[in-house]
């Protein structure tokens, strides 16, 4: 199994696990405001990805959604560096990781 396809797989199943928790608690949008708020000051973070992340935030949630939820590469690269960490809990994130290697694991 290539690592960075199952690596891509996870990233895109936790998205749309955290997509699906910002839908039914739109306030966990706040968190990763006050994330991206702290990235935006630290040079060390890709301020390129950081602006990107807050203006989809910031945006309609349609392109949030369909952004986060994407197979594209700019949605792949975006993913890379996600101001989304701590809104899926390990246990979530574990099933989730354990699924994706199955599917993938099944369809190889």
């Given amino acids: 199994m290539d690592a960075h396809v199952l690596a891509e797989a996870r990233s895109l199943a936790l998205h749309r696990e955290v997509l699906a928790r910002i839908q039914h608690q ?20 890709p301020q390129a990805y950081v602006i990107a992340w807050c203006e989809l935030i910031d945006g309609p949630f349609e392109v949030l959604s369909s952004t986060m939820t994407s197979d594209d590469e700019r949605a792949k690269s975006l993913r ?5 960490a701590g809104i899926v809990d390990a246990r979530t994130r574990w099933r989730i990781w354990a699924a994706v290697r199955e599917q993938l694991l099944r369809s190889a």
């Fill in 26 to 45: 739109p306030a966990l949008l706040d968190r990763v405001r006050d994330r991206l708020r702290r990235w935006r000051e630290d040079p060390s973070k």
């Fill in 80 to 84: 890379q560096a996600t101001p989304f």
